[in-house]
Structure formats: C-alpha cells, structure tokens
C-alpha cells in the first residue's frame, strides 16, 4: 500500500504541495453535490500541470466518432460530459506579480477533504518573486441543501508587509475537452453581463442544445466587518470578472466570499435559467456564507446517519470506505430522474460521463440498501424510459420484433461507444439490466413496479438474447459466438460462460414474470415465443473443464499457457500499459472477474466447493486492472473463509483510487466500482444477502479489525449490524418484526428489538 495521503478516519489530507501529485490531488479532493461538480483545481491561478474540471449533471456534447474505418452499426458519436463554465475563479496579484503556487516559493500547504462536512479546505504560505509573502486559507462546497448552489471564503493575510492587493473574482467559460476526439470547442455563447459586486455567463453546446448560466456575487470582509468596495467590471467573450485593489495590513485577514449558481436546461426552460441563477445566487448571497455551511454540513449529517460503515482498528480501512461512500453520494442522489451514474462521477472527463452497465450491476445494490427504494427504482425506471432506443439499438445491428440491446454507454438510450469488441460483443451489459430489476424487487417486494416498467424491459431483453444464440448442430446445443465477457483482456470469444448463463437465466426471468403477471394482465409474448424460449433455456451449451466443478471462461480457454499474475515483472503492471493489445489477448491473464462475476451473482446455484474451485482456479490468473474486479472478488473469498485473501483485496478496492494502484487517478476516480467497495464489506465481510425467501447474515471479520458496523434497509426497514471478533448485533430499527437467518438460524426480531449472537458458540 503506497499511501498518496496522509491516513485519517474522516479526513483526505495532503501536509506539502508536490506539483506530480497535482492532478491526482484535483480527482481526489474534487467535491460535488449530485447536481454538478468541481476538480479540487486552485481558486487562483496556478500555470503547473493541471486539469481543470467544472461538470454540470447530464449536459454532454456528441463528439464526432473517430476510427480509423467505418462498419455498419458503429454509433456516430462518443458522448462527452462536457468542461463547462470555471466557478472557482479567484486570482491575485500584489505589484502586478500573479499568485501562482507553481512559481511562488511555497513554504507551507496544507489541503483537507473532510468527509463528514462535505468541504475542501486548503491553507498555504507563498513567497512572491518580491519576497512579499502571504497566508493563503480557502474553504469551499458545492451545496448538498441547494442542489444548483455553491459557495467559497477565501482569505489573505498579509505576513510581512501592508500593501495593496488585487482580487479579481470571475466567471470563465471558454474551457475546452482535453478528451476532443477533434480537439473542437463544444460551446456556443449565449450571453455574459457584468455588474458591480456580480455577474452571469450563460453558454450553450453544439448540437445538443444544452443550455447553463452561471450567476456569481460576492461580498470582501476584513475580519468580521464587511467592506464597502467599487470594483472595476470587465467582460470578454464565455468571461465576466470584477476586480479592485485593497490596502491590506499586515498580520490582518481579509476574505472574499463568493456565492455561485448553476442551471442548466436539463431541468429548466431556456428562458427561465438566467433569472433563475441570478435569483438563486441572490438569495445565497443574503443568507450569508455560514448559513449556507450549516444547512449544507446537516445534510450530510444525515446521509451519514443511514450509509456510513464504522469500522474500528484499521484507519485506512476506515478511510477508504468513507471516500468511497463519500464520492457516490456526491456523485448520485436520486433527486433528479434525468440522471443516471457516470464511472468518473464529476471527477474527471474519462468515459464520457455516461452511463454503463456499472450502475445496475454494483450501484444499484449500494442504493438499495442505503437509501430510500424511490432511487433505486428511479435508477431503473430511467432504462425502462429508455426502451424504444434500445429496440432501436439491436435494430441497427439486425435484431427484431422488439428485441432490445440496451447500450454499453449512453447518455440519452443512445450506443455511444465505438470501440467494435465492446459495441458489438460486450453485450453481457443486456443480462446485468434484468438481474437490477430482479434484485430491486427481491428487495422491495414491489410487484407493481414489475408490472408497469420491468415486464416490457425483460421481454425486450429476453427477445434479444434468442436471438443472439444459434444452435450448434455439432453440438446439438445453442451457442453464442462472436462476444466479449466482463474480461476485456478476451474480444471475440465463443461461448463466454458467463454471457451464456446470465442470457439463459434472463430469458427464464423473462418467462416467469410474464406467467406471474398474466395472471392479472394479458400476456405480452406472441404466439411461439415461450415455447421457443423454453427450448433454449433447456439446451444452452456451457464449457467445462472435464473432470471438474471449473467453468470455462470460453471455449478455447485451456488452449492458453497457464500462468499465474505472479509470474508478471512488477515492472510489467499494469500489463495494459506496457504490452500489446495482441500479446494482451493472447494470454491467460484476466483483467476482472468474468466466470466469477456469474458466481457471485448466482451463488444460490452453486455448492461451496463449486465456488471454492473456480475461484482458486481463476482469481490468481486475474490482474484486477478493471477498477470493477477487486470486489467481486472480495466478496467470494470471504464466502469460501479465505480471509486473507478478502482482507488484501479490500483494500485495494477501498483505496483504490486513494493509493492510486492503476496509476490513473489523474483522470479522475472510480465512482461505480466504490460502490463495490461498500458491497465488499456488507455483502463479502458481514455475509448479508437479500434472497428471494429473505434476509440471510453470515458474517466474518478481518483480523486486522475489532468491529464494524452499518446500517441497511430491507424492504425500507432500517436494520443495524454490528460485528466484532467474538459476536454480532442485531437491531431492528423499525416498526415491524423481521424475519432473517443469521448464521443458519432463523430468528425473529421483533420491533425496535436487538440479539446478540456469540460466533464463536453460535449461542444468543
């Protein structure tokens, strides 16, 4: 474990400023409110390397596809979540010198995160070129209270002289993609205006349409006293600022507090969002900086209430699950139905911002059982509205009578990946939709949502997949060629188990919702279908290693030379940044769990040995060069009792991004794969499992920890649970009784009741 940051339970903090660490610093310090977000970039000028990053929720530009030759089905654009207009700007100046840490002599830095009140602090001691030297301390949040509202208090002390210094507060929107497939300019200028203590700037994408204005105020203080101040006010094309000179004395603060809002058309009329930001900063403005802090920290106060994980004798342990929920919640609140989870959260422009099948596959569960069921079924109902595309989708690449191929990466039900082993082949994405619905209602028990919305998805789904397999004469079975699993170190495999199983098993869903629902409702399958589905249900072909209980990833699969990820130089990982793409898909190594992603979805189908087996089998062959691999893995090991193997493997996927073990944290962070971070412990670590029949708890600890504790929420009822090395706590915090299994013995816990269970004697 290389640790970028010092370790603390609620803190990310960074003692001195180190310019290598800077763009990794900016992804992991970023902050956010659900609604937009920031990169922890410097309020004043800063002319190191640098990514400057300002995101606004669902406004994405459809940047031109750029491949070297075109095939029909490619989409024709690669969605981008859009760099949009630079709220944090502050620079200063002293004798016409810019503050600039990258050529101010910097004799003191301090950068905190502070999790639990949801702010970035940063405290510094610059030298300009003139050996005049200033403290520097700013604090800033994006509002978790007011979604479309952001504030920052930035203070400068003088520390060996008095003198004049000049501030200038602005609104920059002239910010360009580093990721432009044609280096374009994705924004149009709407209007800018500019006045005395304020202004707006409002800008518009190309194509899309999407419309943001962003409105500033601010007010400057010495000390506690607000300042009467006349600015100059200047503006130019995307850019507005006002700027004025101050004598400041020595050893004296002064701070400018500035107020932001943020609206985009997403969610508002084109007319409306200009008067709307203005208001909205007004109104920021008069309650004040304090206010706004106070009502911000109390939401984060509850969010933490339902969601955190206490985890007491290992800090980093601590720290790392903290980040992780820590950057979901900023990233995914589940107030605005347009929005969904992008792997990069508002913390960097890699994949486009979209959405992938991450959400369903590992957020969805970090929801369900954290949060209310209206943001799961939220998450959900957002694919359902999406179903004419996806039928759209598979139309493009042959399918049809409504089958529905749901996009690998999207941001309107539109494909928008145009990598071919991933467009074409990588169509697994289809099967972990339909296994969302299924565990959103196993959850939830809500049969009404499965009538409206999940029956029409299935049926799609379902649709698709018989299809896709054809029967194998030679085999006298049905096959499925040509595909990608969840190891893309594999393109244009037959017969990926894993894509084999989860399509049998939706098209089996499929059939048993519509015979459940038909009871009450007519069947929506035409005339043969179930007959035919049935068929392929019977006679799926799965490959298997003769003589054993190991599922081959593929056919072919023994055909590799058999190494172990040990046997790769260290300073060969991560092997996808110093091999070939061909040397890559020529060997055994796997990049994340493929047949164990089907095991630990379907552990209910499979005896302890078979899961023992294959993932002694598999888990040495695997790199964990997908930010999605860890977790999976985390949560089958604490299964078959191997604790060692749990406990390394959590940490690297809590710290993942803290430790930076992929070396790609500058690009920004994982945000889906935190969410398997939280399951590792609740779902690998505590044993809890939400089955069809119930509730089961079957929990281990680390060594290396005394307790743990959390909370969940099984068919909205909160449950809290607590581990230590010798018992289990379980409380019913609400107001029915429960039924649950913990440790193989069925239990009841009564309302607001609480059992403890020694596991060692298994006595209560």
């Known amino acids: 474990m290389r640790n970028l940051f010092d370790i603390d339970n609620w803190k990310i903090i960074e003692k001195s400023f180190d310019p290598t660490k800077q763009k990794q610093a900016e992804s992991i310090f970023s902050i956010g409110n659900g609604s937009f977000g920031q990169r922890a970039n410097f309020e004043e000028k800063y002319s190191g390397d640098t990514l400057q990053g300002s995101y606004v929720g669902g406004v994405y530009y459809p940047d031109k596809t750029r491949v070297g030759w075109w095939k029909n089905g490619y989409p024709e654009y690669f969605a981008k979540v859009l760099n949009a207009c630079n709220w944090i700007g502050i620079n200063i100046e002293i004798d016409g010198i810019a503050l600039d ?10 950068r905190e995160l502070d999790m639990f009140r949801g702010t970035l602090t940063r405290k510094f001691k610059a030298k300009f070129s003139n050996g005049k030297e200033i403290e520097v301390c700013s604090l800033r949040f994006c509002s978790m209270h007011r979604e479309e509202v952001a504030a920052i208090s930035y203070s400068v002390t003088p520390l060996n002289f008095s003198g004049n210094v000049k501030f200038t507060p602005y609104l920059d929107g002239k910010v360009s993609n580093h990721d432009s497939n044609y280096n374009e300019f994705f924004w149009e200028e709407d209007s800018r205006k500019v006045d005395n203590k304020k202004g707006v ?41 006002n700027n004025f000179e101050h004598y400041l004395e020595k050893g004296v603060k002064f701070t400018l507090k500035k107020y932001v809002s943020i609206v985009s058309t997403l ?76 792997p990069k959260g508002f913390t960097g ?70 990598e071919w082993e991933i467009t074409f082949e990588e169509i697994h994405r289809n099967g972990a939709i339909a296994f969302g619905i299924y ?41 499925m060629l040509g595909v990608t699993g969840p190891n893309e170190y594999e393109n244009n495999v037959n017969n990926n188990w894993y894509t084999n199983y989860l399509a049998k098993w939706c098209i089996q869903y499929a059939l048993e919702v519509d015979t459940q629902i038909r009871q009450e409702s007519k069947s929506v399958l035409t005339a043969g279908e179930e007959e035919k589905w049935q068929h392929i249900i019977d006679n799926v072909y799965f490959p298997k290693l003769e003589g054993t209980n190991i599922y081959l990833q593929q056919d072919g699969f023994m055909d590799k030379e058999q190494l172990s990820a040990s046997d790769i130089p260290e300073n060969q990982r991560p092997i996808n940044q110093h091999w070939s793409w061909d040397r890559i898909l020529r060997s055994i190594f796997i990049k994340q769990a493929d047949v164990l992603q089907g095991l630990y979805l379907f552990e209910d189908h499979f005896d302890s040995e078979t899961l023992r087996e294959n993932f002694d089998f598999y888990e040495p062959k695997t790199v964990h060069e997908s930010s999605l691999s860890p977790c999976v893995h985390v949560i089958l090991a604490a299964k078959i009792g191997n604790m060692d193997k749990a406990y390394e493997l ?45 509730l089961s708890i079957d929990p281990k600890i680390p060594a290396a920890w005394k307790s743990y504790k959390f ?54």
């Open 439 to 479: 565990n959103y209602v196993r959850h939830t028990g809500d049969v009404a949502y499965l009538a409206q919305y999940g029956r029409p998805v299935l049926v799609g789904i379902a649709r698709f997949w018989a299809q896709r397999f054809n029967w194998s004469e030679s085999k006298k079975a049905y096959v």
């Open 201 to 241: 700037v409002c800008a518009k994408t190309k194509k899309t349409n999407f419309a943001v204005a962003t409105a500033m105020r601010y007010s400057f203080w010495r000390e506690g006293e607000l300042l009467d101040i006349h600015p100059n006010i200047a503006q130019q094309e995307f850019y507005v600022e």
């Open 711 to 764: 909370q969940i929420l099984y068919k909205n009822n909160p449950i809290a649970i607590a581990v230590t090395q010798s018992e289990i706590k379980i409380k019913n915090l609400g107001e029915f009784s429960l039924e649950m299994s913990v440790l193989g013995a069925e239990i009841t816990l009564n309302a607001t009741e609480e059992r403890t269970i020694n596991l060692t004697t298994l006595t209560v």
């Open 650 to 694: 959590y940490l690297r996927t809590s710290r993942l991004d803290l430790d930076d073990y992929n070396h790609e944290a500058d690009e920004g962070l994982h945000i889906t794969s935190m969410a398997g971070t939280w399951m590792s412990v609740v779902e690998g670590m505590a044993g809890v499992r939400i089955h069809e029949n119930g």
């Open 101 to 110: 840490l990258s050529t101010c002599e910097v004799s003191s830095f301090y």
């Open 349 to 418: 422009e890699k994949y486009g911002g979209a959405t992938y099948w991450d959400t369903e596959a590992y957020c969805l569960p970090f929801y369900l059982k954290t949060a209310s069921p209206e943001i799961s079924k939220q998450l959900l109902i957002y694919r359902y509205n999406h179903l004419e595309k996806a039928i759209e989708n598979a139309a493009k690449l042959g399918f049809i009578d409504g089958a529905a191929l749901y996009p690998m990466v999207t941001m309107n039900g539109e494909e928008c990946h145009n």
């Open 267 to 342: 969610n508002h009329s084109e007319f409306s969002i200009i008067p709307r930001a203005i208001n909205q900063v007004r109104d920021a403005y008069i309650a004040g900086f304090d206010a706004l802090l106070a009502e911000h920290e109390s939401a984060w106060s509850e969010i933490w209430k339902n969601a955190d994980i206490q985890i007491e004798g290992d800090t980093a342990a601590q720290q790392g699950i903290r980040f992780n929920i820590f950057q979901l919640y900023q990233t995914y609140t589940g107030k605005n139905a347009k929005l969904n989870i992008g």
